[in-house]
């Protein structure tokens, strides 16, 4: 069965850095990837998502995610963070053939230091 | 373009009671799924419609059951309703899974 870890439960980091969120998956083949962000009280609004092709995908907000095969990683990306970044960023996996069913990952908070 | 619609975003239900949620997709979306996001089990799947056919299922018990409309709407329906059922209930369209899943903002169900 497919499933997603990602390792760091809270990030903090200061307003203008770098930010690199991390995502291990677990499946066979080539998975669909994705990233989503959540704020507060709100639904889960998709950032990128990968399925085949170039391994680093452009998404919005600035941030973008670096597919490894050979590390079943797929890690979110900014290289610089503003304050309203500060969200909760999910990562998810959609591989099983015919599936249209995502399992997430735990999630990580984000907060931003001013 | 409308994104995905669900209704009510708040729901407080006794003890025992059952409650019915639902979801519209965006316009031309023939899949709709749920998921169940809990503090403690994070986001789950609960099940998956196709034009008005259930084609997943997660690991949830008979009482969590759903539906799909000719139109795409969606309802799910929980019955007997526990304590642990208090959740925030996500609704995702997707007109083919290429082009990723957009959610809705959700139904905040507490169960007292």
């Known amino acids: 069965a497919q499933s997603v870890t990602q390792p760091d439960i809270h990030i903090t980091v200061s307003e203008g850095a770098s930010l690199e969120l991390r995502c291990n998956y677990s499946?066979?083949?080539?998975?669909?990837l994705f990233w989503y962000v959540q704020s507060p009280g709100q639904g889960l609004q998709l950032l990128l998502k990968?399925?085949?092709?170039?391994?680093l995908v452009q998404g919005i907000k600035g941030f973008e995610a670096e597919f490894k095969r050979s590390q079943s990683s797929f890690n979110l990306r900014k290289p610089s963070v503003h304050w309203s970044d500060a969200a909760e960023y999910f990562c998810?996996?959609?591989?099983?053939?015919?599936?249209?069913?995502?399992?997430f990952g735990k999630g990580t908070k984000l907060s931003v230091i001013p | 373009k409308a994104g995905v619609t669900q209704t009510p975003r708040y729901l407080i239900k006794t003890r025992g009671q059952q409650v019915t949620l639902s979801c519209s997709p965006i316009?031309?979306?023939?899949?709709v799924s749920w998921y169940q996001q809990t503090p403690g089990q994070g986001l789950q799947f609960l099940f998956e419609?196709?034009?008005?056919?259930?084609?997943n299922k997660g690991n949830f018990p008979g009482r969590f059951s759903g539906r799909q409309f000719s139109n795409s709407r969606s309802e799910m329906n929980v019955s007997t309703l526990e304590l642990g059922d208090s959740a925030l209930y996500l609704c995702?369209?997707?007109?083919?899974?290429?082009?990723?899943?957009?959610f809705g903002s959700g139904t905040r169900l507490t169960v007292v």
């Open positions: 995702a369209s997707s007109f083919d899974r290429d082009y990723g899943y957009t």
């Open positions: 499946y066979g083949a080539t998975p669909y």
């Open positions: 990968y399925f085949s092709g170039d391994t």
């Open positions: 998810a996996v959609g591989a099983e053939a015919g599936s249209y069913q995502l399992t």
């Open positions: 316009s031309g979306h023939r899949s």
């Open positions: 419609y196709f034009s008005e056919t259930q084609r």
